[in-house]
């Protein structure tokens, strides 16, 4: 049975920020893991939503970035998930399928960022600096 605990992001000054990656495309993973891991993240990646939940007892990310789109739970009902849990962990959604209703409906998720896939590589950095930084006491916001 899935752990009730609640997700709350934690920092570590000696150690890199945790980045989530959740994506069901395994080249997009990896290439976004690389990205991340260059600039001096610490990432973990997952092909889904049940793999990221099942990761959460012993992960502690200080950002989530997240597919919209995914078979069996979709990103927004992790998201969903995530906001009736109390977590405090910024979410970037992502998409392939921009529509009127997918961007509504990831406004009303509560969501820190959203993305269009293909987006260019500082797009996602720049979203992933301000979500983790608004997570880091004693860091201002940008």
Not at 107 to 135: H, I, T, Y
Request: proline share 6%; aromatic share 6%.
């Amino acid at each position: 049975m899935m752990s009730e605990r609640i997700i709350r992001s934690q920092s570590d000054d000696s150690a890199s920020p945790l980045i989530a990656v959740v994506d069901d495309d395994a080249s997009f993973l990896r290439s976004v893991g690389r990205l991340l891991r260059s600039v001096g993240y610490a990432v973990k990646t997952f092909g889904s939503a049940q793999e990221f939940l099942a990761s959460l007892p012993g992960s502690s990310p200080q950002c989530v970035v997240l597919d919209i789109h995914m078979p069996q739970m979709t990103g927004l009902e992790l998201q969903d998930w995530l906001a009736a849990h109390g977590s405090c962990v910024p979410v970037i959604l992502m998409t392939g399928y921009d529509t009127p209703q997918t961007r509504q409906r990831a406004r009303q998720a509560g969501g820190f960022g959203f993305l269009v896939k293909p987006f260019a590589k500082q797009a996602l950095l720049n979203a992933v600096a301000e979500a983790v930084s608004c997570q880091l006491p004693g860091t201002p916001s940008r």
